[in-house]
């Protein structure tokens, strides 16, 4: 019996369940991280020019290249270990460095990213950081280190997974381009763990700084989204007062309008609309997970995302929510105004109707007056010929010219009204013309 058959996306779909590990980080170290997105359709770019980057980069350290296709790629470069990950809009770049270096946050860092082979990058810088890893020391010790390195009044701070590591970050770019995160974990908490850590730090920087493009585009429409809204109040003013009688056809015209414009520009963000609420749920996750408990009094990540990103998303959504009700409305106001015009053509043909049915009765009219000229006329014709005829009887039978007539007269036109009925109906039958 021949074993059963797998489906085809079998192994695909579960491996892609392990396709992206957590990096295994061993403190002290630091770490740099670069976002990159092009900036306009970056969703339908060409993503071998990502791994043609990519391949750039390991060549200047002659490291291995990743598969065709890969979205996902690890390796030593120099001293450093290299994470490259691409994404639906963006690839990211991550490299670890062993120990501390001699001054926090040292710009040099970032110098493993060559200046040269940067200039060359599909795309537009969408974040980068800066991450110190150091064994947890006193609190103190802590406050006073991230009060030195950091913007005090932004820092958010957070004891994370039941205590076994402290973050912090204040969210700002410094002097030298880069966002500054620090984690400070104990002696005790595996390299794994810290890996995790610090790849949720960088989670939580690049979907907060893409989710923000949404907002970005929503407070760029939102100005003509207001004329918009103003045309459609005013229109629907004129329709709900009347006083669009009479010019309907350039009222329907003018929301048709409205409404094609609106449909225009919901067509444009509905991407970007849908990737910001994704990125904002991957944000508000990627923080849940870190279990976090306050630390000296400072604000939290979730408290720090609750004051300064909450709002911008509660902006992108009742913007959103606000372009689909314009639409809807633009729509219903169209339908209806149609429907009056629809109404007020049926009333002109009713009317048109009425005075067609006048008219045909007074041909009717018309032609009935006709029918008795027409046979008064032949008659008179009739009887005249018919009289030559048999004016030479007069003779005969001692009657005068005028008799004659006299007796003639009513036969004929009797005959006459006859052959004239008979040709009506013959053309009412569709019979032959006499």
């Known amino acids: 019996m021949s074993p059963i058959q797998d489906h085809q996306l079998r192994y695909k779909l579960a491996n892609e369940l392990h396709a992206r590990p957590f990096p295994s980080l061993t403190s002290p170290c630091r770490a740099v991280y670069l976002a990159v997105k092009q900036p306009k359709d970056a969703a339908t770019r060409d993503r071998e020019l990502d791994l043609q980057h990519l391949k750039e980069l390991l060549d200047r350290y002659d490291a291995a290249h990743p598969q065709p296709g890969a979205t996902h790629f690890s390796a030593r470069i120099g001293q450093n270990t290299l994470k490259w990950e691409q994404h639906t809009e963006f690839v990211t770049y991550t490299i670890f460095l062993p120990g501390l270096g001699e001054r926090p946050y040292d710009p040099a860092d970032f110098e493993v990213f060559p200046e040269e082979w940067l200039v060359r990058a599909p795309g537009v ?19 006073k280190r991230l009060e030195d390195w950091m913007v005090p009044e932004s820092i958010a701070v957070s004891d994370v997974i039941d205590n076994e590591a402290v973050i912090a970050g204040d969210f700002r770019i410094d002097t030298n381009g880069h966002q500054r995160f620090a984690v400070f974990a104990k002696s005790d908490v595996g390299s794994r763990r810290i890996g995790r850590i610090v790849q949720r730090l960088c989670e939580i920087e690049t979907y907060k700084a893409m989710s923000m493009l949404g907002f970005t585009r929503m407070r760029e429409i939102g100005p003509r989204m207001g004329e918009i809204d103003m045309q459609l109040t005013r229109l629907m003013q004129v329709m709900t007062e009347g006083e669009s009688e009479g010019h309907e056809e350039a009222t329907l015209k003018a929301l048709l309008s409205a409404s094609a414009e609106l449909e225009n520009i919901s067509a444009k963000v509905s991407f970007r609309l849908g990737a910001t ?3 904002e749920a991957i944000v508000m996750q990627r923080i849940a997970v870190l279990r976090e408990e306050r630390f000296q009094g400072r604000q939290t990540f979730s408290e720090f995302m609750m004051r300064r990103y909450d709002p911008a998303m509660r902006t992108v959504k009742s913007s959103a929510r606000r372009l689909e009700s314009m639409t809807e409305r633009a729509t219903r106001a169209a339908d209806l105004l149609r429907t009056r015009v629809e109404v007020g053509r049926s009333a002109q043909n009713q009317q048109l109707l009425k005075s067609m049915d006048r008219r045909a009765e007074l041909q009717l009219r018309l032609q009935h007056t006709v029918e008795g000229l027409s046979v008064v006329a032949i008659s008179y014709y009739a009887v005249s010929l018919v009289g030559y005829v048999l004016y030479p009887l007069t003779d005969l039978f001692g009657v005068s010219k005028g008799t004659l007539t006299a007796i003639i007269a009513l036969p004929v036109v009797f005959a006459v009204w006859l052959v ?4 009506k109906h013959h053309g009412k039958d569709g019979g032959p013309d006499l």
């Not at 810088?125 to 406050?143: G, H, L, P």
């Not at 004239?420 to 040709?423: A, F, H, L, T």
Request: charged content about 45%; hydrophobic content about 40%.
């Open 125 to 143: 810088r969408v974040t980068s950081a800066m991450i110190r890893v150091e064994r947890r020391i006193e609190d103190e010790e802590i406050r």
């Open 277 to 279: 609420e994704a990125y």
């Open 420 to 423: 004239i009925q008979r040709i």
